[in-house]
């Protein structure tokens, strides 16, 4: 993530944002599949602390290297993220922790939150494209 070019540290925690947000999604997915599963344990990722600590600054600006002998800049660290089961089983008596229910308004919630942040990443390349092409707001 860290050589995320053109579009800076910006760019970088918001292609952070969406393969969290992405494998938030596919984790949602199979704790919905496994509803019905005796002993399955929802699992929940977290990530918005993390993400939290590593949003760019406003008016933060890149490092330049300008000489092959100085050393890299840190840049954008990308925050991976934890996978948590939830122990507490709903009452369904086969030890399963999924709520359906509460899963698909979380899919619902996350699927919202990756359009706004696909949304803005597109707006974030489109303007790089118009500065590019030299074109006027």
């Known amino acids: 993530m860290s050589g995320f ?34 002993g399955y344990k929802a699992r929940r ?30 840049g954008f660290l990308a925050a991976p993220g934890e996978i948590q089961e939830v122990e507490t089983p709903i009452s369904k008596g086969d030890m399963n922790s999924v709520d359906t229910e509460q899963e698909m308004a979380r899919q619902t919630a996350n699927q919202l939150l990756f ?13 790089m494209k118009m500065v590019i092409r030299g074109e006027p707001r």
């Not at 596919?26 to 509803?35: C, H, M, S, T």
């Open 115 to 127: 359009n706004y942040a696909t949304q803005s990443l597109n707006s974030q390349i489109n303007r």
């Open 5 to 38: 070019g053109l579009l800076g540290s910006s760019g970088a925690f918001k292609a952070n944002l969406l393969d969290l947000r992405q494998r938030r999604q596919d984790i949602i997915a199979a704790n919905i599949a496994n509803g019905d599963t005796p």
């Open 45 to 74: 990722l977290s990530f918005e602390e993390e993400l939290a600590k590593s949003m760019p600054h406003p008016g933060d600006l890149p490092m330049a290297r300008n000489h092959a002998r100085h050393m890299p800049a840190e």
